[in-house]
């Protein structure tokens, strides 16, 4: 395992003033959004939009790097340049989604555990195509396990099931260079109060990191985590404040995980964009203690301005599509250094 490389890339993808753009959608997902805003979706499609995403004006400043799907990784920009080569020229690492979905979790009905170690139907086997993504320009992956909260959820065997598969994803990642971003996103989905999400993120976070270090021994200077904050169920009537948020997702973090860790960059998961911006920005803020860097790897929370502009042809199409992505960026950017605030938006 090549340990310098590993974390100098984890440093650069949370260098100050910086973040991740998810642009890895899978073609099911991203057809949904294109189809929600009114396009149709192909291949063409779905490189058109992320390709002009790609070439925005200076998001360089505010993104270190942008997680890939399979077939974007494959696809090029307008001129022939390969998407990965293109992004690298930019000063822009090109990072990759490795799991392959989800599948049911025998005998507990409503639980998820994620796939994608093993080979199967049309894809390789995860050490097959972390050699090939890394040989095609790819530096980090993601792997995202989905925790749902209600009755008797999350049970224990979704928790070990998950945590076991993060971990021995994180380690396959780290022996082919690449740096594993490990994603257990607790969902918002529910009536769940704050603390049920506050118990279930944490006995994940517990899990994920004992399964890293006494089972596969992954190097956590070497990785970064992408958490959930903790909110309250979408569904429930007691929402926290922001600033509650901010404070009970910094205590999460630091009661629940190890400090060697290469950085945190939060997923959005269905905040509305200026709550995923001020929820950072408090953060960095905060007078309270954290020895990471603090950042975002926002998928619809950088996206969904960017998408809606990009299918109004009529209002600029493709040039208000980076604009619009262009200030989503800034705006987290700031929340970066806790210097964003409600006028600039
Ligand atoms: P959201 O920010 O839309 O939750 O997406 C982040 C992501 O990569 C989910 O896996």
């Known amino acids: 395992m090549d340990k310098e490389l590993l974390e100098a890339t984890a440093a650069a993808l949370v260098a100050p003033g910086k973040g991740i753009l998810a642009a890895d959608e899978s073609n099911g997902t991203m057809t949904k959004r294109l189809e929600g805003v009114g396009v149709e979706s192909s291949e063409e499609a779905r490189r058109a939009y992320r390709a002009n995403l790609f070439a925005t004006p200076d998001c360089e400043s505010a993104v270190s790097g942008v997680i890939l799907y399979d ?3 494959r696809q090029s920009m307008g001129d022939g340049t390969s998407i990965p080569d293109y992004l690298n020229s930019r000063g ?14 025998d005998g507990h009905p409503g639980e998820k555990v994620t796939k994608g170690i093993e080979a199967e139907d049309d894809w390789n086997d995860l050490p097959t195509r972390c050699k090939e993504y890394f040989e095609m320009g790819a530096r980090f992956a993601k792997w995202r396990a989905v925790i749902a909260i209600g009755d008797g959820m999350p049970s224990d065997a979704c928790i070990r099931a998950n945590a076991d598969a993060l971990a021995h994803y994180a380690r396959i990642c780290q022996d082919a260079g690449l740096v594993p971003i490990i994603e257990p996103e607790v969902l918002m989905k529910g009536a769940h109060t704050a603390q049920d999400c506050l118990q279930a993120t944490s006995r994940i976070l517990v899990q994920t990191w004992e399964y890293c270090m006494n089972h596969y021994g992954v190097h956590l200077p070497g990785a970064l985590l992408k958490p959930n904050m903790i909110l309250a169920g979408e ?13 009970m997702t910094v205590e999460c973090l630091t009661s629940h995980s190890p400090t060697e860790l290469g950085g945190v960059v ?3 998961g269905g905040q509305s964009d200026e709550d995923a911006t001020a929820h950072l920005n408090l953060m960095n803020e905060m007078d309270v203690g954290h020895p990471w860097e603090l950042s975002y790897s926002y998928g619809r929370a950088l996206q969904a301005a960017a998408l809606k502009a990009w299918a109004d042809e009529e209002e600029g199409g493709a040039e208000a599509s980076q604009v619009a992505f262009a200030h989503r960026a800034k705006m987290n950017s700031l929340a970066r250094s806790g210097d964003w605030n409600l006028s600039l938006e």
Not at 92 to 105: E, F, S
Not at 235 to 247: F, G, K, M, T
């Open 92 to 105: 822009i690492l090109p990072g990759i989604k490795v799991d392959t979905g989800t599948i049911d979790l």
């Open 235 to 247: 569904d429930c009537p007691e929402q926290l404040s922001r600033e509650e948020v901010a404070r």
């Open 71 to 73: 077939e974007t990784i």
């Open 266 to 268: 939060f997923l959005s």
